[in-house]
């Protein structure tokens, strides 16, 4: 059965909740057992009889704990804010760069590449990390500044359906907005740990204190009892971790498969875990803090250890996939890459799009997405085997200069440019002028070089070309970016106007890039009323209005239809004239959105699809436009297969992506 990318969102969301409760309690049960401490403390400290109830030693545990606790978490948290990239590096993991020669990190490169063009998402960082057990997790606040790692032995050990099952699960936690819970649980964990520190540097300044040896005692006896109740805290805390992760392991699992249809690929990965010596465990001793994240259970144990373990049974996930599996495993041998393993079998491959069919519009292409607004939705956050297929003809129809340029950091910040270059010659010599300018004599003639290319490149192309470079632009320094970022917008402004595909592009750079180099403040879902956001979304639907129609007589019914799906029925809103829809307006209103709940984003993708296929057409602009929308509100859509139309116009027959 499929998963609904808004449902699982929506999960996550009440996931999140469940956390703050479980929080919320852990800390209320560390107080008390702080407070009883201290009472126990105080009894011992005097000859007098003291009571139980001592509300000041309460007013001193609460405010105590909760400033240890909460502080800790919050650390962590920021700590991490940098996203998937710094629990990587956390864990040792060192990055693959696009030019690896080695074959292995070849093939993983390949399907982390394909899988995030399929999915509708920029290609992820890629990291290795040198475990020789089975493993892998993805990492990060949101699809923009996600990292996939995997161990040595995913490397050794696995085929390449394998591997890809095992990424085609990853790629489920990072379309179900699993990633930012896993790293808010990796900060109630340290949180509640804090109060183990804490003890332990209690007793060591009472080891060191000069006072009298009853207060040297009592001091001590404080310390060992709070370095105690941190790991009594520590143990809840694990049990919360295994409560909240273990069910989204299994979905995770059924995601692979229907974004593969081949459970023999994950299932394959799974009995290998079993059969190996290593297993899935890490050696590495941050693990314990991100032990949830994992494809699978980082550590090994029965009993106890059982009970603490963030994922299901080995088995039993094996039996989900594999009923009829008799449980006994297999010897695990590392595998060969040869031609077939690196590139993936090509028989049920579609061809290149430059061979691809020219279909005459879409009312004659058999794909009910293009007809019924409301499968735009569904298909948000969903991969299939097709789409994985078409992804990679793809990447395989892009010209060799340019996905060689793509995977160097210094040509890809050239192909940018290129990208933004204008076909009129004019245009194209002011920008050339003004990057020279700009830019060093390397960076100028890069971008020379890749300027044929680029401008060949079917437009349809342009945007994929940028998902591919994004783990290269991501290699940066700081000052390297802020450089690019202001050479970007001089090449969009030289004509005193922004271009759909230049605000679109844009949109990509900034919302991808910007959260790895610049301080980011996280949005969260507070608009969870259609009716207050509706003149936002008739500001996003104006645009896409008049985007798609020349005249108002065709534009407005566009509008209309858009309200009517996001309202569902009559509304008061009117097509404003063209002029007076500006893409300032535009982004505005984008970023009210974005803090829209997840069933609220449903229907103004919904909205959106409905105002676009209005005319029963979807030129490639309008489809650059739709990306810019489901970009910002964080909602992946699949790939654009593309046709003409009547009279050389060009339109798509499935929704290109966020």
Known sequence: MATNFFQQQDSARRKTLQLVVYFVLAILILIALVYGLLVAVSLDSGPEPVSWWQPELLLLAAPGVGLVVGAASVFKVAQLSSGGQAVALMLGGVEVPGTTTDAREKRLLN????????????????????????????????????VVAVSQGCLNYLTRDELQGVVAHEFSHILNGDMRLNIRLIGLIFGIMALSIMGRMLMFTSGRSSGRNDSRGGLMLLGLGVFVLGLVGAFFGRLIMAAVSRQREYLADASAVQFTRNPDGIGGALKKIGGLAEGSRIANPQAAEVGHMFFANAFAGGGLAGLLATHPPLVERIRRLDPQFDGQFLEVRPVSVDREELEGARRSRVPPFAGMPRLPGLPQVPLPILRFADEAASRVGQV???EISRANALRDGMPDVLRVAAQEPFSARALVYALLLDRRADLRDLQLTRLKAGTGPHDFAETLRLLAPVQALPDTHRLPLLDLAMPALRQMSPGQHRSFRAEVERLMIADQRLSLFEYTLRCVLHRH????FLPQRKTRPVHNSPEKLAHPVAAVLALLAWEGQSERDQAAPAFDTGMRSYIGGDHTHRLPPREECSLAEFDAALQTLNQSVPAIKRRIVVACAACILANQQVTVREAELLRAICDTLDCPLPPLVVGEAGGGSTTVQAFRRS
Do not use: R
Request: hydrophobic share 50%; glycine share 10%.
């Open 111 to 146: 399907v982390v590449e394909e899988m995030a063009l399929a999915a509708g998402v920029p290609v992820p960082p890629v990291y290795v990390l040198a475990e020789p057990g089975i493993n892998a997790f993805a990492a990060g606040y949101a699809p923009g500044d996600a």
């Open 384 to 386: 299939d085997p097709e």
């Open 513 to 516: 890039l910007d959260s790895q």
